[in-house]
């Protein structure tokens, strides 16, 4: 059975050799991670975006369900904290509707020796239920994912119908001084200069539509905090991106849970 060891330690223990060094360096990458002993160049910091997520030290046991998976670090993390199922699904970055693929994620798994412990499946997430999957788990994640999404309100439907005990959402969120349900919407690029950017929910709008597909039990484990909007907002400036939309950007992780659990305080965390 897998610990809950990071995939630095794992990846350390493995000398890379030359063959997948090469293999890397041919693709591009979303997830930096560490595989056979190769940082992958990734755009997505795992280091610094796992610890946020608070994800259970151990899955032992459990089945995990990981929506919008690109290139895998956080099924493979799955498997490391032990649990028994994991299937990693995509269908944005796996079937060339963008500039990822589904190589990054294959290489990964093997490089880690992980091809029987995850399991992949390309398939959209309106797509997704326990009538096309053939079944349900117990932990779901849904991670930058949510704001990509036309129709985040279904999909969140169709996540809930697939998920027994715990979803962890992580996505971008806006107009959090808002005490009412409210959500930024971008007809263009006007988010990160993604026209695959449409919606951010503030925490109102999030916490409401997660207790309506079902989950009662609604947390917040952590949203960036506004020394970071502000160092991020500085560091953009300096590029001359706009300050407002700089500023304006937060990203922010819920748990949604069938039943209450422990809170986690989200200030706990950079």
């Known amino acids: 059975m897998f610990g809950v060891r990071s995939q630095e330690t794992v990846g350390a223990r493995r000398p890379a050799s030359d063959e997948l060094r090469d293999a890397v360096s041919r693709l591009r990458w979303y997830h930096k991670m560490d595989i056979g002993g190769v940082r992958t160049p990734g755009v997505s910091d795992t280091r610094r975006a796992l610890p946020r997520l608070h ?29 028994r199922r994991v299937l990693a699904t995509d269908s944005f970055a796996w079937d060339g509707s963008s500039w990822g693929s589904q190589e990054g994620f294959l290489l990964a798994r093997k490089a880690l020796g992980l091809e029987t ?57 806006a107009l959090g001084w808002l005490a009412t349900p409210a959500a930024r919407v971008y007809p263009a690029a006007e988010l990160n200069h993604d026209d695959t950017n449409y919606f951010s929910f503030n925490q109102s709008a999030l916490e409401g539509l997660l207790r309506h597909v079902g989950f009662p039990a609604v947390s917040v484990v952590y949203r960036t905090p506004l020394s970071r909007r502000l160092a991020r907002t500085t560091w953009l400036g300096v590029r001359g991106e706009p300050l407002r939309s700089a500023f304006r950007s937060a990203r922010i992780v819920l748990h949604a849970r069938r039943s209450p659990a422990p809170d986690i305080d989200p200030g706990a965390l950079p």
């Open 55 to 83: 994800l259970p030290d151990s899955l032992e046991g459990k089945s995990v369900l990981d929506v919008g998976a690109w290139d895998g670090f956080y099924s493979f993390e799955a498997a490391r904290r032990g649990a």
């Open 117 to 173: 412990a995850v399991e992949a499946r390309t398939i959209d997430v309106l797509d997704l239920g326990p009538e096309t999957l053939g079944e349900t788990f117990d932990v779901t994640l849904l991670l930058g994912v949510l704001y990509h999404l036309r129709d985040p309100v279904t999909a969140l439907e169709r996540v809930a119908s697939v998920t027994r005990e715990l979803l962890v959402l992580e996505t971008e969120t």
